[in-house]
């Protein structure tokens, strides 16, 4: 009877990621269960998506667009959201604020980026107001709709705009997780949505070690 009930809710959290858009991660996220925890986060190396030189095609808060050289030996974290959005973005860049400041001399080491799903909001110029206000060192990013989705389509995040109370007014539903990358640039983590500050700064202190 335990097994049919661990096999009914196995087939429960597939269906929510298919429905949520994320489905390429299905396999990856269930083939992990049972698995010796070595993070916090859930373990996804060995993903082939969300490959950090699609990330060039953006452009950041100061006009630049991103290259290889700005990630060469560091540890990438990603993650997708708004400047408008009420809680699930600043709840996520304060705690990546906490965790570098955890990581000591060692967050000179960790980029984090911010890539905006809202391009008709969020400006070069508000970007620039809100991104560096967590930590001068986080990059906004913001593309045209038409490459935003191409690169929301690499990396399997899922953002719907879903309209407000007043006309014209809207909110933005969107993938909560962070993604977290190695010194070598390969995918390695999928952080959740509250994880504390202790928690990444333990991760991200891993893969600093070459683990």
């Known amino acids: 009877m335990f097994i049919n009930r661990l096999h009914a809710t196995i087939g429960r959290i597939r269906?929510?990621?298919l429905r949520s858009g994320i489905?390429?991660?299905a396999a990856l996220l269930l083939a992990a269960c049972g698995q010796p925890a070595g993070f916090?986060?859930?373990d996804i190396t060995g993903a082939d998506f969300g490959a950090l030189a699609t990330l060039e095609r953006l452009t950041d808060h100061a006009g630049h667009r991103p290259a290889s050289a700005d990630f060469a030996g560091k540890a990438v974290v990603v993650f997708f959201g708004y400047t408008q959005c009420p809680d699930i973005c600043p709840?996520?860049?304060?705690a990546l604020r906490e965790a570098l400041r955890l990581l000591g001399p060692a967050a000179e080491r960790v980029v984090v980026l911010f890539v905006s799903v809202d391009p008709e909001r969020d400006t070069q110029e508000v970007l620039a107001n809100y991104v560096p206000w967590f930590d001068p060192r986080?990059?906004?990013l913001r593309a045209d709709p038409d490459t935003l989705r191409a690169v929301a389509q690499?990396?399997?995040v899922f953002y719907a705009?879903?309209?407000g109370e007043s006309p014209g007014s809207y909110s933005i539903d969107h993938t909560a997780s962070t993604y977290a990358y190695d010194p070598q640039g390969r995918l390695r983590l999928l952080i959740a949505h509250g994880a504390t500050p202790r928690e990444i700064?333990?991760?991200l202190g891993i893969l600093l070690a070459g683990k």
């Open 154 to 156: 690499e990396f399997k």
């Open 40 to 42: 916090h986060a859930t």
């Open 23 to 25: 489905g390429g991660l």
């Open 91 to 94: 709840t996520n860049l304060t």
């Open 161 to 163: 705009r879903v309209p």
């Open 201 to 203: 700064a333990d991760d």
């Open 15 to 17: 269906r929510f990621l």
């Open 138 to 140: 986080f990059r906004g």
